[in-house]
C-alpha cells in the first residue's frame, strides 16, 4: 500500500479529459489506480486491497472514525477511497454519498467502484443537507475546489445545516490557504456544532478536523 506521491509512474492512461478548465486523469500500474485532477491525485484505489487507505490525509481520518457508525454521509466522493472503507468496516451501515461533479461521479462509477454500493447523489452539498430530514452518526466532509476550500466552507450556513443533520461524529478534510481560514472554520464549528479537535497531516498541508455533536 506504498504509493509514491513524488515518483509515479503510470503503465496505462485510463481516461484523460479536460472538463471546465480542469484535467482530469485516470491512471494505473500494476499495484494502483488513481485519479488525478490538474495533475493532484485526489483518490488512490489499491488494486489488491480495494478497501485499503492509501493517502496520508485519510490515514489520519481513519484514527478518528469511530467506533461504530450505522448511518454515514460523504460529502464529496472523489474516486471513493473513504466509501471503499466504510463499506468494508461497516457492511451494515447506511450509505450516503454527495457529489456536485458528474463527470467525478461517473468517473467513480466507472473505475473505482467495487462491491460497496452507496446510495450516490449528484448534488451540492448544502441542497442536499438542507432538503434531507433524516441525521446521520457520521459524516465526512471533503470539499474543494480548483484553489482549496469551496467558499461553502466558510459560510454559517453550512454548519447551520450540519447541526440538523449530524447526531454523532464530523470529519472535515481542511487545505487551509491561511491561517485566517482555518480560524473561521474552528470559529463556524465552535458556534454551531461544539468545539473540534484538530490533526495535522505530518509533511502535508492537510488538517483533520473532528467533533461530536449530539
Known amino acids: 500500500m506504498n504509493f509514491n506521491l513524488e515518483a509515479r509512474h503510470p503503465d496505462t492512461l485510463l481516461h484523460l479529459d479536460h472538463y471546465s478548465g480542469r484535467r482530469l486523469a485516470v491512471l494505473e500500474d500494476a499495484d494502483f489506480r488513481w485519479l488525478e485532477i490538474d495533475d493532484v491525485v485526489q483518490s488512490v484505489l489499491c488494486r489488491t486491497t480495494p478497501e485499503a487507505l492509501c493517502l496520508p490525509h485519510l490515514r489520519m481520518v481513519q484514527a478518528c472514525l ?94 447551520q445545516a450540519l447541526a440538523r443533520r449530524l447526531g454523532g461524529t464530523l470529519l472535515v478534510n481542511l487545505l487551509p490557504r491561511t491561517r485566517l481560514e482555518l480560524e473561521r472554520v474552528l470559529h463556524l464549528c465552535a458556534e454551531h456544532l461544539g468545539q473540534a479537535e484538530l490533526w495535522p497531516v505530518p509533511g502535508y498541508r492537510n488538517i483533520i478536523l473532528s467533533l461530536v455533536y449530539d
Not at 67 to 89: F, I, P, V
Not at 94 to 115: A, I, K, M, S, T
Not at 126 to 149: C, K, P, S
Open 66 to 159: 469511530p467506533d461504530k457508525a450505522t448511518r454515514m454521509l460523504e460529502l464529496g466522493l472523489g474516486g471513493g477511497d473513504m466509501t471503499r472503507h466504510l463499506a468494508a468496516r461497516w457492511p451494515g451501515a447506511e450509505h450516503h454519498c454527495v457529489e456536485l461533479d458528474r463527470e467525478v461521479l461517473e468517473l467513480y462509477r466507472r473505475f473505482f467502484q467495487g462491491g460497496e454500493q452507496p446510495t450516490l447523489h449528484h448534488a451540492d452539498a448544502l441542497a442536499y443537507l438542507e432538503r434531507e430530514e433524516a441525521t446521520f452518526d457520521l459524516i465526512l466532509l471533503d470539499l474543494f475546489g480548483q484553489d482549496g476550500n469551496p467558499p461553502l466552507m466558510f459560510q454559517p450556513a453550512l454548519y
